[in-house]
């Protein structure tokens, strides 16, 4: 089997419905590795946006996936889907109150919201 082949071609959803990707990405990938590129990536445009690896969570098959695990240890579907394009939901996670200044620690003057998509 060529290399090419071993890859796993990933899309990320945003909660706004847009994508970022296609790439394709090892087996041996972290999921930290997989938000750090989704960190650079983020449309500048967008507002709310994640500061750090840490306000991401990446979602696929209904299972939150941890920083330390790679996509092998993910148990990702690729056999079911041979040459198939897998998309991944990104989770923002919203700003956190300070409570002793009852401002958000991003310095935003706005108050933290929240927002839901369901696909």
Avoid at 10 to 32: A, C, E, M, N, W
Avoid at 55 to 80: F, M, Q, W, Y
Wanted: hydrophobic share 35%.
């Amino acid at each position: 089997m060529a290399a090419g082949q071993d890859l796993i071609e990933l899309k990320f959803r945003l909660s706004d419905g847009t994508d970022i990707g296609p790439h394709k990405y090892s087996p041996s990938t972290t999921v930290q590795s997989l938000k750090e590129k989704i960190l650079a990536q983020w449309p500048k445009e967008k507002e709310n946006g994640p500061r750090t690896i840490n306000d991401l969570k990446l979602i696929n098959a209904g299972k939150i996936l941890e920083n330390n695990r790679t996509l092998a240890d993910s148990r990702l579907p690729v056999g079911e889907l041979p040459g198939g394009l897998i998309t991944m939901h990104v989770v923002v996670r919203p700003p956190i109150a300070d409570k002793k200044n009852d401002k958000l620690l991003n310095d935003s003057p706005e108050k933290p919201r929240c927002s839901c998509s369901i696909l």
